[in-house]
């Protein structure tokens, strides 16, 4: 069984986070109910703990 190196763990996690945010982005591009943005800013903060600059950035604060 090979082992994966710590780069490689941590380029795979980059990887699976981009394409959230690329979710996250596309749910927010279709005018989500205000529940529903709460849900996306709560998963941010779960997923990073840069979360809060995105919400800022995003317009999400």
């Known amino acids: 069984m090979p082992v994966i190196s ?3 763990k941590e380029l795979k996690r980059r990887r699976l986070r981009k394409k959230k945010y690329q979710k996250f982005k596309d749910l927010l591009s ?4 205000a529940e529903q943005k709460q849900r996306i800013i709560d998963k941010l903060r779960k997923m990073t703990p840069g979360a809060e600059q995105l919400i800022k950035d995003w317009g999400l604060a």
């Open 30 to 33: 279709k005018n989500p109910s």
């Open 6 to 8: 710590e780069r490689a």
